[in-house]
């Protein structure tokens, strides 16, 4: 008996302490010009669904080199322009699949209603990566590529 709770505790230890974090998955696809992310809380979510009921629990947001034109040709963002007017992308973490997918599919019935808000989406585990329309599909599949391969 006590080698059965002493194995459970460890496995669960382990999956606690080896969770990847919205950060952690960003600085792990190793995007190129990738510097610096912004973190949400619940005060400053735009969405304000930081931390609610059946939302996401996480949230980052950065500025792409590749795509936002506020960068300066040295490769200089002004850290104090506001993440909503970054052009890059966004990663939010959820507690659970359902959560997920129904973020997910509320986001593509609003981008199918008006196209003009369209964007790529991806998600794997219990992330969802959100990337600006700006990106073209060939910067956009590099990205869906790091993204698979980061998130565990």
Known sequence: MHKLFLGLFFLLATSVCSAQDAIQVVFGMKIKGVEF??????????????????????????????VDPKFESDGYYDSDIPPE????????????????????NYIKSVHLAMPMTNQYMYKKGL????????????QAKEYEIKFYKTVK
């Open 85 to 104: 007017k970054f052009v890059g992308g966004t990663i939010e973490k959820f507690r659970n699949q359902a959560d997920l997918n129904r973020r997910y």
């Open 37 to 66: 992310v912004y973190p949400f809380d619940e005060k400053n979510d735009l969405n304000h669904q930081l931390g609610r009921p059946n939302q996401y629990i996480e949230k980052v947001s950065w500025p792409d080199p590749e």
């Open 127 to 138: 992330f969802l990566l959100r990337l600006d329309r700006e990106f073209t599909p060939e």
